[in-house]
């Protein structure tokens, strides 16, 4: 079964351990510059959201590099960048709509995210669940439950189930 | 090894910037953050000076775990002497910055004389430069915040920063860092401003890639994490309601300091609890609390984002206002609200909002709008001193005017920046002042909770909580439950909890995880990550050596056995209602047998066998 990162942000608490997750085992070092995965603060509307690479079918960041540095991996899905191959060009950084392909000063190669080769850090590290490593096919599955709970008699109110308490402190109630 | 064994030596008086390398041999007596800045500060100022003064020396200072996945390692503390009380000041604080300047390869930031015109202080990794502030001097924490994020061009720097309450002079302003996290107490924020410092601007890319032994420190964390997870107040109590989790629970006990803590319980409590947070509001159907957020590394997120109500009369007109910022915690709901009587959510919501934008402790300003308001209702003072406020207790109109005055220094404000302690003196009623070593109390009157009193009175940074939170067990049964209303065994117990705070805080951990871990669950983590052997019993031992440091510095600095005390009301007049109804805090039956079991003698001084037996000169 290939499996996808899923990440709900209504979960993000904006504690930062899936940066250092993914850039200990990445780099050895606890460093939120050097992760591939960023956790962006939307002070003003009280929001956290994660985001990473995607791992697109027909991967922009692939189709653009000039040297096949960018492979995937069959096992997991993963697109990734072979640093021995990799000549720091940077067309795939421009290629990527999604901006989630960067360049490293310190090695002079791109780095992304590389689904940890099918054992993701972050989703490990994540306290909340915010991030999870679930069934490709499926990524869906929560939100759609989430939903239909609505048409169930006695469901609390009509927002409720996109609200981060209902989810996080599902447990406390 | 998990320092980055590199300080950074800031003068601002010659306009100058070093690097040293950290001292280790300091570092494996102090550990770091608390204990070591507090090592580096009593040698290298004369504790007498004048905390305003070009000798004082300011030290943001991170600890051995500050940047690494140790559930809640991104603290960072501000240490000088406190303008305040005169005593030493430790501030400590989460947000992100303390991990940048860790990212950056700085363990501590030393900062000394003064500058001649406003600056701030920019790093990024090796680079730390001082720059003008003059575009930012005269502004709010908030906006001089945006202006350096626009001036940098890079979203991602993290900023310490003073607002405009500490530059005009309110001897209780704070050092907020990511717009609303603070180092609080003790007026660090007017130490700074003092130096014509304006802000910390960090960035750092370096990391934390030096612990000892990595596969055994990812082990030991997430043991500690799980700890947390399961733990009933870590794992639930505080992510759900924060650390107001507390309202209610303290107002039963009758421990919830009311109306200058004329009496014990309030009335109003409920409405401005944690409960009431999640409360949908009439207006647009949202709940104060938008969700709750972490510090950095933190796997608790204890804090709090809320909005206010747009329809509240304190922000009709303001939209700027309007979005969501950090919310009441209980100290702060407290403060603003049992303490003053006022009961309006929105109110404190708003005076919190203030106290973080203009940068001074929602504490030591509740704490004195309640001082102001006895006075107010004795009519020591009248519409005359107060600017034609009427400052009756329970007013929020009172209390957001207040909070807006002291922000900028104007009108009454000015007098209300004084603190609790020279407010009352001033006006010639010194008894009520509602202070230890001249800084405010906190939320727990210590007639309900005995250990607190004893506690409080010999914090070494003034009236406080979190040198000696003995609330944990009198209250809350942790580690074991203990009778409140009893003062037997609470010498040792409040010794046992000061110690053991003054390790955490020198670990680069958060107090807060100490209602699940003890000093056992901590050892392990720092001893994978740190040179030498950290076990629970050297960690006890630095935590003393850190506490009897600390005093050493106040008995310099001339503070006594004297300033072990509590205003007269707590040890004079009964509480009012509540399980304590009739009594009084018992300091004398516990101070005598404090100093005992600290191996002081009866002055409070440690004895030359003390100093020596923890290697104190």
Known sequence: MLRALQLEPEKCTGCLQCEMACSFENEGVFNPAKSRIKVFNFHDQGRFAPYTCTQCDEAWCMHACPVEAIVVNQDTGAKEVLDSVCVGCKVCTIACPFGTVNYSHDSGKVIKCDLCGGDPWCAKACPTGAITYVDIDSTGLGRMRAWAQQGVPSAASFNAPMEKDVQTYGQAQ | ?????????????????????????????????????????????????????????????????????????????????????????????????????????????????????????????????????????????????????????????????????????????????????????????????????????????????????????????????????????????????????????????????????????????????????????????????????????????????????????TIQNKPEYWGNSGGLEYEAAWALGSDTGVDDLDALTYANFVCNEDGYDPISFGATVAAAMELYDLGVITQEHTGGIDFKFGSAEALTQAAELVATGEGFGKDLGLGSKRLCEKYGR???????????????????????????????????????????????????????????????????????????????????????????????????????????????????RVWNLERQFNLVAGLTSKDDTLPKRLLEEGANAGPAKGKVNELGKMLPEYYTVRGWDQDGVPTAETRQRLGLA
């Open chain 2, 430 to 544: 010194p008894e009520l002042s509602m202070t230890v070593k001249g800084q405010e109390f906190p939320a727990y009157d210590p007639r309900g909770i005995q250990g607190m009193g004893l506690a409080y009175a010999t914090a070494n940074r003034g009236a406080c909580h979190l040198r000696g939170y003995t609330v944990a067990s009198e209250i809350l049964g942790i580690p074991e439950k203990t009778d409140p209303l009893s003062t037997e065994g609470k010498p040792e117990l409040v010794k046992a909890f000061q110690d053991a705070t003054a390790a955490f805080d020198s670990s680069g951990l958060c107090i807060f995880t100490s209602f699940a871990w003890t000093l056992d669950d901590v050892a392990p983590q720092l001893d994978a990550a740190c040179e030498g052997e950290w076990t629970t019993e050297k960690l006890l031992e630095v935590g003393e």
């Open chain 2, 1 to 313: 090894m998990a320092w980055a064994n590199k300080v950074l030596r800031v003068n601002l008086t010659e306009g100058t910037v070093s690097d040293e390398p950290l001292n280790m041999e300091w570092a494996q007596q102090y550990l770091g953050q608390r204990g070591l800045a507090s090592k580096y500060l009593f040698e290298e100022i004369d504790p007498r000076c004048d905390a305003l003064g070009a000798d004082n020396k300011l030290i943001l200072t991170t600890g051995p775990l500050t940047g690494t996945m140790a559930s809640t390692g991104g603290r960072y503390s501000v240490v000088c002497k406190s303008p305040l009380t005169g005593a030493i000041a430790c501030s400590n604080s989460g947000g992100y910055i303390g991990a940048e300047m860790k990212n950056a390869g700085w363990d501590m930031v030393i900062v000394e004389g003064k500058s001649p015109k406003p600056v701030y202080l920019y790093i990024h990794n090796d680079d730390a430069q001082l720059l003008d502030a003059s575009a930012i001097w005269g502004k709010s924490v908030w906006d001089a915040d945006r202006i350096l994020h626009q001036t940098h061009q890079d979203p991602l720097i993290r900023i310490s920063l003073v607002g405009r309450s500490a530059e005009q002079g309110c001897l209780y302003a704070a050092v907020i860092n990511d717009l609303h996290r603070a180092a609080g107490r003790s007026g660090v924020g007017t130490v700074m401003a003092s130096k014509n410092l304006k802000a910390l601007v960090c960035r750092g890319t370096k990391g934390v890639g030096n612990v000892k032994d990595p596969l055994r420190f990812m082990q030991a964390t997430e043991d500690g994490k799980r700890v947390l997870r399961e733990n009933a107040v870590t794992g639930q109590g505080l992510p759900q309601y924060g650390t107001q989790v507390l309202m209610n629970v303290i107002n039963e006990a009758g421990a919830m300091p009311t109306r200058n803590m004329r009496e014990t319980q309030f009335e109003g409590a409920h409405n401005i609890s944690g409960e009431a947070m999640h409360e949908p509001r009439k207006s647009d159907g949202q709940p104060n609390l938008t969700t709750n957020a972490a510090c950095f590394a933190c796997t608790i997120a204890c804090g709090r984002i809320s909005t206010i109500d747009k329809e509240h009369y």
